[in-house]
């Protein structure tokens, strides 16, 4: 299973039953890596193993606490969204020297990659935590989670994930997630 539009580097795909944000499409092996993020869904903190399904464009992974749906508004963004009690989690594994992450002081994270360029996760509703670390010895951020959370009031989270090579902005507006 694929996940992805026409003219987008940023995928999602199973890989032995492991979803995983990929950056590919690229006429290059070098500017592809099929496992910048493993996704896992959680519930109460405990992972959980969704039903997935793809239909009319939406990627839907559901639990019986409640589901994530992603979706591209174009080929450098993909809209994520979950409701109900579950969170996603985007594990980065595997960060190459000079790769790392950084907050920005907007709440979004930016994840940049040697030559594959970067992404931007921007939280919209609910909130992001993640628990990225720089390691100057190595010249490199450590293996990181990245997570989604549903606001406790609403029970809903609502994000972008930028995908750009240089130095790429949030849009000043977003649609309805």
Excluded: C
């Excluded at 996940?3 to 580097?9: E, Q």
């Excluded at 910048?36 to 793809?54: S, W, Y």
């Excluded at 992001?128 to 010895?137: G, I, K, S």
């Amino acid at each position: 299973m694929t996940f992805d539009i026409p003219d987008s580097r940023l995928a999602i795909f199973d890989d032995a039953g492991e979803l995983y944000l990929a950056i590919r499409n690229s006429e290059y092996p070098e500017l592809e890596r099929h496992h910048i993020a493993r996704l896992t869904l959680a519930v109460d903190n405990k992972r959980v193993t969704p039903d997935i399904a793809i239909a009319d464009g939406v990627l839907t992974l559901t639990t019986r606490l409640g589901e994530v749906v992603f979706r591209f508004d174009r080929p450098d963004l993909l809209r994520v969204a979950g409701h109900g009690r579950v969170a996603l989690r985007l594990h980065f594994e595997g960060l190459h020297q000079f790769e790392n992450a950084a907050p920005r002081e907007d709440g979004s994270l930016e994840v940049a990659f040697v030559v594959l360029g970067k992404v931007l996760i921007v939280p919209l509703a609910g909130a992001l935590h993640h628990d990225a670390m720089w390691v100057p010895a190595r010249a490199q951020s450590e293996d990181f989670t990245a997570e989604l959370l549903p606001s406790v009031e609403t029970l809903r989270f609502d994000a972008a994930i930028h995908e750009y090579f240089s130095n790429g902005v949030r849009d000043e507006e977003y649609a309805e997630g």
